[in-house]
């Protein structure tokens, strides 16, 4: 049959990209960071002059945009019509505009069929807000990554360099949260069969262990 599906979900910040590096590397599977499609489509809007909220014009450029998600050793490679934006991508306007374009319907549903054809041979991890509830509903083990607001800030600012403060961080994902959570597609929530893990108490390495042992228990 078809190889293991494992599909993470949660709010920025909670470990998501960690942990499902460390799984890949583990368990043999591609990690697709799905997230990163979301911010390529973001960079080619803002390099066109698109405004996040011109749903018409969104969906126009996303017609005539290529995005492709590499697995390598080293983690993901995107490129955007062919040219490699990985570290682009990472810019706070770009995390800005990818949180607003992915709010549109028409974007999710592009992003969705692509998603779907990268992970359909399965032998992936792949991480985002709605993996679970819609891009793989039939995925073989499911999670669902949260921790406080505060927890995820702190880490996030441990990996920013400390080139912004704590403050600016944490405000930033308490605004990309809403969105997720609030937007009428696909909102960011556990799919009912998810198994929820709470990192906010938990180390990196606790987590992973826990998620192991899950995949293990199905191999
Ligand atoms: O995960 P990451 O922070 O890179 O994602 C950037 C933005 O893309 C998120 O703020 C979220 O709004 C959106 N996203 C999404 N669905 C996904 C992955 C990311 O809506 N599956």
């Known amino acids: ?4 599906i494992v599909a993470i979900d949660g709010p920025a910040g909670a470990g998501k990209s960690t942990v499902a590096g460390k799984l890949a590397a583990d368990f043999g599977l591609l990690n697709l960071e799905t997230g990163a499609m979301y911010r390529a489509f973001a960079l080619k809007a803002i390099e066109n002059g698109v405004p996040s909220d011109d749903a018409a014009a969104l969906e126009k450029l996303a017609a005539e945009t290529s ?10 490679r995107v490129l955007l019509d062919g040219s490699d934006v990985t570290a682009r991508v990472r810019d706070a306007a770009v995390t800005q505009a990818a949180s607003q374009v992915s709010v549109h319907p028409a974007i ?3 992003m969705v069929d692509l998603q779907r054809k990268l992970g359909e041979k399965g032998g992936v991890v792949m991480e985002g807000r709605d993996i679970g509830t819609v891009v793989f509903p039939d995925a073989d083990i499911k999670i669902f990554l949260d921790a406080s607001p505060e927890a995820r800030g702190e880490r996030r600012f441990e990996q920013s360099g400390k080139v ?9 994902i308490r605004e990309r949260d809403q969105r997720d959570r609030n937007r009428a597609q696909s909102p960011l929530r556990p799919a009912p069969d ?5 990192s906010t108490d938990l180390t990196l390495e606790e987590v992973v262990n826990k998620v192991q042992d899950l995949i293990t228990a199905r191999l």
């Open 67 to 76: 995005i492709g998600l590499e697995a390598t050793p080293a983690g993901n």
């Open 194 to 198: 998810a198994v929820v893990i709470d």
């Open 108 to 110: 999710r549903s592009w």
């Open 164 to 172: 912004t403060t704590q403050e600016s961080i944490l405000k930033e």
């Open 1 to 4: 049959g078809r190889r293991l």
